[in-house]
């Protein structure tokens, strides 16, 4: 058997614990990198001084050399760290902040249109059923949109033969924001429902499916202060509930 993720499991199928050890590594990186962000942001303001200040007195006439070429080195040097810590901003930008805020229809749609091939080659019916109120949600959109993947690819590929998938939305309160995924697959067996958010767990062919989506899907959803719920009748196919929280 050529599993690639085979080096994360010991010979009893069991995840290795320096892989835990991986992902607790991956989330202090996370951590590291927002740390870094925000001390490299408090470094600009003092940077931004120090250059004005050099070139202040460097527009000063009668100079003496020494004192010219220091200030001009100080000049260059502050700008240069300057440039720096500017490149380092952007790039953690691109990591996503988390405090953007979202319309959950809006990436539902995007994400529907991205997987819109995958539900026409199985004859697959989306409906729709937006709640036109919603208030948006404080979430990065990548994360959201990596959520709304995993768990509608999931539908379509539980309805192989064709089916329909019914993606709903609705406001509790102005208190959270809901979102339901439903198909009309088989369903999940009740004695393996406790282990679908298990890592690895899959009942796809080797191949297929590495068993990491709904384990990554409710590690996000937990991220944004949220939860995801199941619920599921054999023959009859299946909800997924993802409950955001407003504040
Ligand atoms: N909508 C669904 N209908 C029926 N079974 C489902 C559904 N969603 C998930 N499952 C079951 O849960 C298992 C785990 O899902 P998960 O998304 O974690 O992994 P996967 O889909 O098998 O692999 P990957 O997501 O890595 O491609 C699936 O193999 C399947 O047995
Ligand atoms: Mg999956």
Do not use: C, W
């Not at 989506?213 to 619920?231: A, D, P, S």
């Amino acid at each position: 058997m050529n599993n690639p993720l085979a080096k994360f499991m010991t010979a009893n199928g069991r995840i290795k614990e320096d892989f835990l050890d991986q992902l607790a590594f991956n989330e202090k990186m996370a951590e590291l990198g927002r740390l870094s962000a925000g001390v490299i942001h408090e470094l600009n303001t003092p940077l931004s001084v120090i250059v004005s200040a050099a070139q202040m007195i460097l527009r000063e006439e009668d100079l003496p050399d020494f004192v010219k070429e220091m200030v001009e080195r100080i000049n260059l040097e502050a700008q240069r760290l300057s440039q720096y810590t500017r490149g380092v901003l952007s790039f953690a930008r691109i990591e996503g902040e988390g405090a953007a805020e979202a319309d959950v229809n809006q990436v539902l749609r995007e994400v529907m249109a991205f997987l819109n091939y995958e539900a026409q080659k199985r004859s697959i019916t989306v409906i729709e059923k937006m709640d036109y109120h919603l208030p948006s949600v404080v979430a990065d959109g990548n994360r959201l949109k990596q959520i709304f993947i995993n768990l509608i690819m999931n539908a379509l590929q539980a309805m192989e033969n064709g089916g329909t998938l019914t993606l709903r939305t609705l406001a509790l309160d102005d208190r959270a924001v809901e979102v339901l995924i439903t198909d009309t697959g088989p369903g999940i067996p009740s004695e393996t429902i406790a282990h679908i958010f298990d890592p690895f767990y899959t009942t796809k062919e080797p191949g297929e499916g590495t068993g990491l989506g709904l384990f990554v899907t409710r590690n996000l959803v937990e991220l944004l202060g949220g939860r995801i719920e199941v619920e599921s009748a054999a023959g009859k196919g299946t909800t997924f509930t993802i409950i955001f929280p407003l504040s």
